[in-house]
């Protein structure tokens, strides 16, 4: 009798359940100042079973990396798709910058300041980013690095309180400025920072390597602490995080059209799908949430689910 079977590979699978799952949870982690990557990790961990298998960074030959990667791109598309005229004034800002040689204009100003501020997590992105995800990609340490960036969040808040950041939602504009549509006033308080300030804040995204330290959470604290509200650090945090989030994933996603990607296409659209409904929805509610509330919720959370989630690994 012929015994010989073709054997599938010995390596993860993925499931169309689990790829909507972790689509939506990337969807909105990763705008939320609770970090993606951090859930991306701890989540299946906690669930166990088939999710805690098919779903692990770290493992030898596990798809899950590529899904992510997929996944960050839909992301990508859901905050360029809602900021999509901000996005063309700032680009057109930048085309006559460089036409005219000069920077005057606050679409100017802004393009500059995005382009130059994203500079160090790129040279960081490309030195780090695989040694970070693979090496602490790990449950316990994305555990401890989550109750880490709840304590970032709240020393945020506390050092807003103390006078380190202005709270200008609700202000007045300027006169002059009556005419102007709130997200060009808010462009305006942005530009109005230096580039040196600028770096500061995009150079702030280098924490969110690590798995459990949110990309928004630390931007958005960076800005609360040169003296942004946090309605306009949110939308800094968030313009920010497109072209990194987005060139990231294009310099991977092409490993998914090779050997890399087979028997999970699908299942990376599907969940790319439901990132980008997830992302785009995320990114609505926060730009409204962050013009009257503040990061306190989110810091108690994360150091409530960090610390909980360490107990439950180390201890269970």
């Known amino acids: 009798m012929n015994q010989s079977v073709e054997r599938r590979p010995e390596m993860a699978t993925l499931t169309y359940t689990e790829a909507v799952g972790v689509g939506l949870l990337q969807g909105v982690t990763e705008l939320f100042p609770v970090s993606s990557l951090g859930h991306s990790v701890l989540l299946p961990a906690l669930l166990g079973g088939h999710w805690a298998r098919d779903l692990n960074i770290s493992a030898e030959n596990s798809p899950y990396l590529n899904v992510l990667i997929g996944l960050h791109l839909a992301t990508a598309l859901a905050l360029i798709v809602y900021f999509r005229r901000d996005w063309g004034r700032v680009i057109s800002g930048l085309f006559s910058s460089i036409r005219r040689r000069r920077i005057e204009t606050v679409d100017q100003k802004l393009a500059w300041l995005l382009i130059i501020a994203t500079i160090p997590v790129g040279v960081a992105g490309l030195a780090l980013d695989n040694l970070f995800r693979t090496t602490l990609g790990k449950p316990i340490p994305a555990a401890a690095f989550l109750a880490l960036n709840g304590i970032v969040l709240y020393v945020a808040e506390r050092l807003r309180r103390g006078g380190t950041g202005r709270r200008r939602a609700g202000h007045s504009p300027a006169p002059g400025e009556e005419h102007l549509h709130p997200d060009e006033l808010s462009d305006r308080r942005i530009a109005a920072l230096s580039f040196r300030q600028g770096t500061m804040i995009g150079a702030a995204q280098i924490l969110a390597l690590l798995p459990g330290i949110s990309r928004s959470g630390v931007t958005i604290s960076a800005g609360i602490f040169r003296g942004l509200s946090h309605e306009d ?11 990194v989030i987005a060139a990231a994933a294009l310099l991977k996603v092409p490993s998914l059209l090779g050997h890399a990607g087979d028997g999970i296409r699908g299942q990376v659209l599907a969940g790319g799908v439901a990132a980008f409904v997830a992302g785009y929805i ?22 409530l689910a960090g610390l909980g989630s360490l107990a439950y690994l180390t201890l269970g």
């Open 233 to 243: 650090s949110a939308r800094f945090a968030f313009m920010l995080a497109t072209p």
């Open 282 to 303: 995320a990114v609505r509610f926060l730009t409204r949430y962050f013009e009257t509330r503040t990061l306190t919720p989110f810091a108690i959370y994360c150091t």
